[in-house]
């Protein structure tokens, strides 16, 4: 039966618990391999057989999939689904379909990336991407101490369609920097010299060395470097590796909290990172939609905040953080 729902070309995987129960919901994330999801799925399947639903998982061949995201949803339509929890990789572009699978009677809970308008989903669980991003610029601030004040910052982001948690990280960053933002939600059109370039790293390590590469030829002064995440962190320091940038003076600082990247801090590649909870996020997503039921939420804030902390083998007076041991306690992938 499952093969019939899938679209040929469509979706990198879709797939079921072996044992088909009477209710039916989906978790469709961007990709199938970044550990950040992989961990996500798993804790939606844990949930799910302790619920004892059918769980149907999904992902985008890429990060930035659109069209993977919205077969995966019309594939959930077809099956009958009480609702899904999605990671959306183009935050307005999969607008019109979540508000087609709510208008068929699905509950739509988004994960980590937030809709653009937030309100096309039913809520909303996720990490302040734009607390994460102060987190980090906030450290590297205070770890620099006077030279922040003539930095010079390369930016890594995830794409050029600038989806949700892109802007956040990034602006959150700047701010907590000392950056003037001037449209919190957009990045790119600030005006502080210290912003030595951005660079689109799809979150990809291999990518995000190239990233790096290219930042290099613009910014070979660079000191500072802002990731989307940490898989593009490592590929940052391959790069700055290969010109003899690896010793210590370039801050590389990110946001998500798997192993490798925790363990990453703890080599001095990283000098800080934000931890996030991708397993905490999925379960609850379940949760919520097997009892047809949303947790109350803050209604300033707009989303529930599933947390994030700063994890770093150099505090900064001023900026909370936990130790490198704390962060592999928790950690994920």
Request: glycine share 10%.
């Amino acid at each position: 039966m499952l093969k019939k729902l899938l679209l040929a070309g469509s979706i990198l995987a879709l797939s079921a618990l072996p044992v088909l129960a009477d209710e039916t919901i989906g978790l469709i994330t961007k990709t199938e391999t970044n550990p950040f999801f992989v961990k996500m799925r798993e804790g939606a399947q844990a949930k799910a057989k302790e619920l004892g639903i059918t769980l149907i998982t999904a992902a985008g061949k890429y990060d930035g999939d659109n069209d993977g995201q919205v077969a995966a949803i019309e594939n959930l339509i077809a099956a009958g689904a009480k609702g899904f929890a999605i990671v959306p990789s183009d935050s307005k572009a999969i607008v019109p379909t979540i508000k087609k699978a709510r208008d068929a009677g699905l509950m739509v809970i988004v994960l980590d990336t937030p809709l653009d308008p937030m309100n096309a989903a039913d809520a909303t669980f996720a990490t302040d991407n734009r607390k994460a991003g102060m987190l980090i610029g906030e450290w590297a601030k205070g770890t620099l101490g006077d030279k922040a004040a003539d930095a010079k910052v390369v930016f890594l982001d995830l794409a050029t369609n600038q989806p949700t948690v892109d802007f956040l990280r990034d602006q959150g960053f700047m701010q907590g920097f000392g950056i003037d933002v001037k449209d919190p939600n957009k990045i790119g059109d600030e005006s502080d010299p210290r912003i030595c370039d951005h660079e689109i790293s799809q979150g990809d390590q291999e990518k995000g060395r190239t990233a790096m590469e290219n930042a290099l030829q613009k910014c070979p002064e660079v000191n500072v470097v802002y990731t989307i995440n940490e898989p593009a962190a490592a590929g940052a320091w391959e790069a700055l590796k290969a010109v003899g940038k690896d010793d210590g003076s370039v801050l590389i600082v990110s946001i998500d909290g798997g192993c490798p990247g925790v363990k990453n801090v703890q080599a001095g590649v990283i000098g800080a990172t934000s931890q996030q909870y991708p397993l905490k996020m999925a379960a609850m997503a379940l949760e919520a939609i097997h009892a047809g039921k949303i947790p109350a939420i803050d209604p300033a804030v707009g989303f529930l905040d599933t947390g994030a902390q700063l994890i770093t083998a150099k505090p900064v007076d001023g900026v909370p953080s936990i130790s490198v041991d704390e962060g592999l306690k928790l950690c994920w992938g």
